[in-house]
């Protein structure tokens, strides 16, 4: 495991997003009563495209350290 940080938060990202579509009463009696896939796939892409913008001044030092090398 390379970056610790990095694997983790993908992980969160993969379950934010699935508990994102779960609907139901939740406050009352913690009742699960229906799932929406599209939400979960929204907050999925959603959440993604800001870990990727986050990531990005990252991914553009390591690639221009990896090519200064060569």
Do not use: C, H
Request: hydrophobic share 55%.
């Amino acid at each position: 495991m390379k970056n610790f940080y990095r694997n983790s938060t993908y992980l969160l990202l993969i379950i934010i997003s699935f508990v994102a579509g779960i609907a139901g009463k939740f406050p009352k009696d913690f009742r699960w009563t229906t799932y929406y896939p599209m939400v979960s796939i929204k907050a999925f892409f959603i959440l993604s495209l800001v870990l990727i913008v986050v990531a990005l001044p990252e991914i553009l030092f390591e690639f221009v350290q990896k090519n200064r090398g060569k």
